[in-house]
């Protein structure tokens, strides 16, 4: 009796210390994910040989935990980061889900400076900015903007008065580079970050148009969200002068106000 009494005692004793044990290690694994932080970094959708480009349609978003001291010795590239992958190649070969990572990118060329940045296909035009036009010079380089022109035009009665018109130009376009500040040299050592011209990344049919408006009116850029990639159809077609601000300032406030009322 007095064995079978201390074969009980040693199992309850054992099933306390297993208890015990397994409360502490997930009080561990809560303080872990409570100090943890979600990051959104950059996977392959496609498996991607050595010397490959990458295209935007072989990258997606991927969610990650990651600690504090993780974070700041991690390689992995940030997908706010996503516009300066865009045409590089690839330094290993690559499985589709993998996250990438900048030693996995081939280095640019000092050679090519600039030039290296610029996709394929694409060309690089710098226009004058202040700091109105610049959102008080916070745009930088891998920013997205809209490009927004602001004219005077023979008026629309046929006589010889100007009416002044703002219209959008071009939607979601990438900025290269804001004064001579690119890449890695988008960070000023000394503090300051005024400049008076950005880079756009362009195809070859708008940058008449883009040198042609800068000519004729004032450009200002309107800074977007890095993840908003939208083109809106509905402004394309419009612009606004005196005439149509007027009646269109009611409809602006009632459309405010019934937004927020959704937040």
Not at 155 to 164: K, M, P, Q
Request: proline content about 4%; glycine content about 6%; charged content about 25%.
């Amino acid at each position: 009796m007095r064995q079978k009494m201390l074969l009980l005692g040693a199992v309850l004793f054992g099933v306390i210390a297993f208890v015990l044990t397994y409360r502490q290690l997930e009080a561990e694994r809560q303080s872990i994910r409570g100090t943890s932080q979600t990051l959104m970094l950059i996977r392959l959708t496609r498996d991607k040989a050595e010397g490959e480009e990458l295209k935007q349609e072989d990258l997606a978003r991927q969610e990650v935990q990651r600690r504090p001291g993780e974070i700041n010795m991690s390689r992995d590239i940030p997908w706010q980061d996503v516009s300066r992958v865009i045409g590089r190649r690839l330094e290993v070969s690559m499985r589709a889900g993998q996250t990438l990572q900048n030693t996995d990118l081939k280095p640019i060329s000092l050679r090519q400076g600039f030039s290296g940045v610029i996709r394929q296909d694409y060309r690089a035009v710098a226009i004058p900015v202040d700091p109105v036009t610049s959102v008080n010079n916070l745009i930088q380089p891998n920013d997205n903007v809209d490009v927004i022109g602001t004219f005077r035009f023979p008026d629309v009665r046929g006589d010889s008065s100007l009416d002044t018109i703002t219209l959008t130009i071009l939607q979601d376009v990438k900025v290269l580079a804001v004064g001579n500040r690119w890449g890695a040299n988008s960070i000023d050592p000394t503090g300051g970050r005024s400049y008076g011209t950005v880079t756009l990344l362009l195809y070859p049919e708008e940058v008449e148009m883009i040198v042609f408006a800068s000519q004729k009116g004032r450009l200002s850029l309107s800074l977007r969200n890095f993840e908003d990639d939208r083109i809106e159809r509905n402004i394309e077609s419009r612009s606004v002068n005196f005439k149509l601000l007027e009646q269109e300032i009611p409809k602006y406030n009632q459309k405010r106000q019934e937004r927020r009322s959704y937040q």
